[in-house]
């Protein structure tokens, strides 16, 4: 990603430099770096401004304008429910639905093998649920941090251990 696609996405995001640096937990002067192009950032974070900001860009004219002069008044509403939920309801489904899918580059094979195991699936029952071989499977969560990866069989074994967590199998005991 060169500086002025990444100076674009940040501007797209209405991000500082400085929220960003926040955001990573890294110094300033890293993404200034970036943004000055002495040095281009690495590739997961490329992949990862570039999906924030085209999804920023895609949805900016779905953006509620109905909020536009409101305010709080105490007694106006009861505490928690600024908004009516009724006219939001749809809205605030379809975001949170979006918000919990990680892409496929942002993912952490060794993570994704440790949320596998804490559901207590074989290889072969999880590869079956994503749609993937047990082989694909398994290279995929022996991949380094330095790695590359399938971006499909990623993607799939997001969608897997999404839809898995949200509806445990018997094989995992959830306790309240």
């Known amino acids: 990603m060169k500086a002025d696609r990444f100076n674009h996405a940040l501007k797209s995001l209405h991000w500082s430099e400085e929220t960003l640096a926040s955001m990573l937990g890294c110094d300033i002067s890293l993404i200034e770096a970036y943004a000055n192009g002495q040095v281009e950032p690495p590739p997961k974070l490329s992949a990862w401004l570039e999906v924030l900001a085209q999804v920023h860009e895609d949805l900016a ?20 429910n600024l908004l009516e939920r009724s006219a939001f309801s749809s809205l605030d489904e379809e975001t949170s639905k979006m918000t919990q899918h990680v892409p496929p580059t942002m993912r952490e094979p060794k993570g994704d093998h440790n949320r596998r195991l804490s559901l ?27 790695q590359d990866y399938d971006m499909d069989v990623a993607d799939r074994v997001g969608w897997a251990l999404e839809r898995l967590e949200a509806n445990p199998p018997n094989s995992q005991k959830v306790i309240n």
């Open 120 to 146: 207590g699936m074989e290889p072969e029952q999880f590869a079956a649920a994503a749609g993937i071989t047990v082989e694909q499977l398994r290279a995929y969560e022996l991949t380094g941090p330095d």
């Open 61 to 80: 004219d779905q953006m509620p304008t109905g909020l536009v002069g409101k305010r709080y008044n105490e007694g106006s509403a009861p505490p928690g």
